[in-house]
Nanobody, 129 residues
Framework: QVLLVESGGGSVQAGGSLRLSCAAS????????MGWFRQAPGKAREWVAT????????NYADSVKGRFTISQDNAKNTLWLQMNSLKPEDTAMYYC??????????????????????WGQGTQVTVSS
């Protein structure tokens, strides 16, 4: 049973920073695909970034490229999302997601929520102008 638990959300002013974390447990394989998604009220869930833990290959949505950084700590089974230069439009519930059945190539194409098997409960990020 894979369990993902996010933390680190909060309220910040535009231009500020937050770091989200996602603690993962229960994975059988050593390499797997992890992603961050977000969902604003009244909007569809949106892909933010992915990382393949077997090597650290990353991908980012254009809306966050250059401002957000996804990273991992394999020893602690933790996924991070460092968010800098935050904007009001970044306000959303942020979710981490995982799939241990994707290859590196598959992970690079995992841009939709349907590609993920496991989900955390979400953490709220609010950016005020």
């Amino acid at each position: 049973q894979v369990l993902l638990v996010e933390s680190g959300g909060g309220s910040v002013q535009a231009g500020g920073s937050l770091r989200l974390s996602c603690a993962a447990s229960g994975y059988t394989y050593s390499s797997y695909c992890m992603g961050w998604f977000r969902q604003a009220p009244g909007k569809a869930r949106e892909w933010v970034a992915t990382i393949y833990t077997g090597g650290g290959s990353t991908n980012y949505a254009d809306s966050v490229k250059g401002r957000f950084t996804i990273s991992q700590d394999n020893a602690k089974n933790t996924l991070w999302l460092q968010m800098n230069s935050l904007k009001p439009e970044d306000t959303a519930m942020y979710y981490c997601a995982g799939n241990d059945a994707l290859s590196r190539v598959g992970c690079s194409r995992a841009l939709h929520e349907s590609a993920y098997r496991y989900w955390g409960q979400g953490t709220q990020v609010t950016v005020s102008s």
